[in-house]
């Protein structure tokens, strides 16, 4: 079935250093998401891409649409301890309202 | 504003037992509802989905089923459950922007 890939799996970092991860599919999404899940609860939306080549910035959060519609990707400027968490890329395959999470990445942050 | 309740928030069901789990969404209509499974440290896994009342996608058949007997209801449910069944399950409905928006969610243990 249709998986979407995350890069890295987990990460440990300096407070105050620059984060980016990546997710891809075999398929092509019309929609890129990325959510945060802190421990216990369900995932938050940080960022939504609507278009190919697309760049969205949150604050310090910034996302880009991949122009193969196959990629996506998140950075994180300046970290902070609250940043930790596991971060996730999702959508729905294009033409479907089945919605797929990626794999995760685990972000940790040392002070 | 829309929100989404879950219940109950813990619970802890020997094997072989019948499960039931509610999701309501309030302040919107005919959402796209979903139901998520996640293992302790792991991705979520998309169980169903439903675009309407009565309407269910299944991704996870198994011995697991879903129904929407009203618009801003959804259920999960099981005959009799399995120790692989236990997890924290998530419900979620999406907006015409394909953003998803996350219940509290359920952490089942079946012993």
């Known amino acids: 079935g249709q998986q979407l890939n995350q890069s890295p799996q987990s990460m440990f970092i300096q407070e105050g250093e620059d984060v980016s991860m990546n997710c891809t599919s075999s398929s092509i999404f019309n929609t890129w998401l990325w959510y945060k899940q802190d421990p216990g609860e369900g995932p938050v939306l940080l960022i939504a891409?609507?278009?190919?080549?697309e760049l969205t910035s949150n604050g310090r959060l910034t996302a880009q649409f991949g122009i193969t519609r196959k990629d996506s990707f998140l950075n994180i400027s300046a970290s902070i301890p609250s940043d930790v968490g596991i971060y996730f890329c999702?959508?729905?395959?294009?033409?479907?309202?089945?919605?797929?999470f990626g794999t995760g990445t685990r972000l940790k942050v040392l002070a | 504003s829309q929100t989404i309740h879950q219940w109950p928030a813990t619970l802890v069901q020997p094997v072989g037992s019948p499960l039931s789990l509610e999701c309501t969404v309030e302040g919107t209509s005919n959402p796209n509802l979903y139901w998520y499974r996640q293992a302790a440290g792991r991705g979520l896994q998309l169980l169903f989905y439903?675009?309407?009342?009565?309407?269910i996608s299944s991704e996870v058949p198994q011995n697991l089923s879903a129904s929407r007997p009203q618009d801003r209801q959804f259920i999960l449910s099981s005959k009799k459950l399995l120790l692989s069944d236990s997890g924290f399950y998530l419900c979620?409905?999406?907006?015409?922007?394909?953003?998803?928006?996350f219940g509290p969610g359920t952490r089942l243990t079946v012993t």
């Open positions: 891409l609507y278009k190919a080549g």
């Open positions: 979620a409905w999406m907006d015409n922007s394909y953003e998803q928006y």
């Open positions: 999702a959508g729905p395959p294009s033409g479907t309202y089945k919605y797929i």
């Open positions: 439903s675009v309407g009342i009565g309407q």
